[in-house]
């Protein structure tokens, strides 16, 4: 695979090399790539129905603020 890089990205994959973080160019990309394969989240349609549903209750004021959750936990659990 041939990647084309912007040269500021380019110089810092280098620099990164140079610097030791990375044994090539080739493992930072690939760390890079498996990162955000981690950190990547597909949302299902039961997600997104559930966000839905709760951007309607907050549309219709169906919530707290943190101040008020907040109360009604020290009123719950005194001393704690």
Do not use: C, W
């Not at 981690?38 to 004021?61: P, S």
């Amino acid at each position: 695979m041939v990647l084309e890089l912007s040269e500021s990205v380019e110089r810092y994959v280098e620099a990164q090399v140079k610097a030791g973080h990375f044994p090539s160019a080739a493992a930072l990309v690939e760390a890079a790539v498996m990162e955000s394969m981690a950190t990547t989240v597909t949302l299902t349609d039961e997600d997104l129905k559930a966000i839905a549903e709760a951007d309607a209750e907050f549309e219709r004021g169906e919530f707290i603020t943190f101040n008020e959750l907040s109360d009604k936990i020290k009123a719950r659990y005194p001393g704690k």
